[in-house]
């Protein structure tokens, strides 16, 4: 019996050692789990190089556009999942609310508090600033030169009728991205303004793609012209698709400019490693690789040549008036739900009517159809709440609303509201648009089709 036990020692010794070392430590390896919108051009030379200075931490990459990312977090809380890491504060903001991030330390990079009049990092302490994303807009340069359109310069530009049919957006219910600016702008100029510039961007729109990633790549192949669209998604090759060589990025005047952040899930098992990849990513060495040309981002590190410094005040979306991300969160749901209903599903609608009040508001009117017209653009251009009305409306009804949960009664009905107050103004503008029609049309249509 003892020589079979010998046996049976020495064969498992032998297996032990046939087993390459390489093995042996890759089971030893610490796992850490980052969920993160940036797409493997950004994400992999931060990657690399963390797992080269900590050869003890293996790195598994989540990658979802910002607002499935935050789903993620929010309802698979049985996977694994340590760091977010994305370009959107209002997704913080939401996972903040939701008790979902922990506490975690300011690391010294030198920065200001605030750039652009936005705090670097979060007030409370849940999540830190490592670089500046830029939101504006791209354009493919021989698409404008064969459709003979002038270069846009800022937002205000994009509401001009000579861009009706070329331009392309993501809706906020898919992309943090187009979430924050749409929320930026709102906040910048006020309810009604602000929808009413929407309305007027909404009537230009060519399509509202599917993915944040698909607006550059929609540019770039010529499908339509100019897009609305962050950074490193304007040219970064995972997502462009096509030949994106006349894809040209402009940040304009009134540029939005925001922190991209991270932070650490509450939820986080391992914490000690998350701690460490955030020391990476605000190291001097995590720092300069936002300057390389497939990042291309503005480092905060002082240091740095190209950093956001304290004097980094411009007039922009963020300088009148900061921006407030609680806000954005509590009404996130709110935003999108009526964006979907005024915007994206009646893009057709609204391009139509939009074209033809452009067409009347030409001809040499007299006052009772300059009368006529000026209300139908205030019509056309109204929300389907007031401001005053979204204010007050009960927060459950405005939050975000988890992708799979049933509405309440309430929420159906707020919506059924909602789309019936969209349906009547869009009514109304057209009888008034048929209205200020001339009996033989001098534009060339008999009558105004309905």
Not at 241 to 255: E, K, M, Q, R, W
């Amino acid at each position: 019996m003892g020589r079979a036990i010998l046996t049976a020692i020495l064969t498992v010794w032998a297996l032990i050692a046939s087993i390459p070392m390489g093995a042996v430590q890759a089971e030893d390896q610490e796992e850490l789990s980052v969920v993160t919108s940036y797409p493997p051009s950004f994400f992999e030379p931060f990657r690399k190089a963390f797992e080269a200075d900590n050869p003890g931490i293996r790195t598994t990459i989540i990658q979802r556009n910002t607002a499935s990312a935050s789903r993620f977090i929010l309802e698979k809380r049985g996977t694994s999942a340590d760091i977010f890491w994305a370009s959107s504060p209002d997704s913080f903001e939401l996972l903040k609310q939701k008790h979902e991030l922990s506490k975690i330390a300011a690391r010294p990079t030198g920065a200001p508090e605030k750039v652009f009049g936005y705090p670097v990092n979060d007030p409370e302490g849940y999540y830190l600033g490592f670089a500046l994303s830029g939101y504006g807009i791209v354009y493919n340069a021989s698409y404008l030169a064969q459709n003979k359109l002038p270069v846009p310069k800022n937002w205000q530009d994009l509401l001009n009728p000579v861009y009706s049919g070329h331009i392309g957006i993501t809706s906020p219910s898919r992309s943090g991205t187009t979430h924050l600016i749409i929320e930026a702008l709102l906040q910048t100029y006020g309810w009604e303004k602000g929808w009413a510039m929407l309305s007027q961007m909404g009537g230009n729109l060519s399509t509202v793609t599917a993915r944040s990633f698909g607006v550059a790549a929609g540019v770039a192949q010529r499908r339509f012209g100019i897009g609305i669209t962050i950074d490193f998604l304007a040219k970064a090759p995972d997502f462009a698709g096509g030949d994106n060589i006349d894809n040209i990025f402009v940040l304009p005047p009134d540029s939005v400019y925001v922190p991209a952040s991270i932070a650490i899930l509450s939820r986080a098992r391992n914490k000690k490693a998350a701690e460490r990849f955030v020391d990476f990513l605000l190291s001097p060495k995590g720092q300069a690789l936002l300057l390389d040309p497939a990042i291309g981002r503005i480092p905060l590190a002082a240091h740095l040549p190209t950093a956001a410094g304290a004097d980094g005040e411009t007039e922009g979306l963020f300088k009148s008036k900061a921006f407030d991300p609680r806000l954005s969160a509590e009404r996130y749901g709110l935003i999108n739900l009526i964006f979907d209903d005024y915007i994206v599903r009646r893009r057709a609608t609204l391009a139509r009517l939009w074209k033809r009040l452009a067409q009347l508001e030409a001809l040499d009117n007299q006052p009772d159809r300059a009368s006529t017209l000026a209300r139908a653009r205030r019509l056309l251009g109204t929300p389907p709440l007031s401001a005053r009305e979204a204010e007050t409306l009960d927060r459950s009804l405005k939050a975000a609303l988890p992708r799979g949960m049933a509405r309440s009664p309430r929420q159906m009905q707020m919506a059924r509201d909602l789309r019936n107050t969209i349906e009547h103004n869009l009514a109304m503008v057209e009888n008034l648009l048929l209205t200020a029609s001339p009996p033989r049309d001098d534009i060339g249509l008999n009558r105004y089709p309905r």
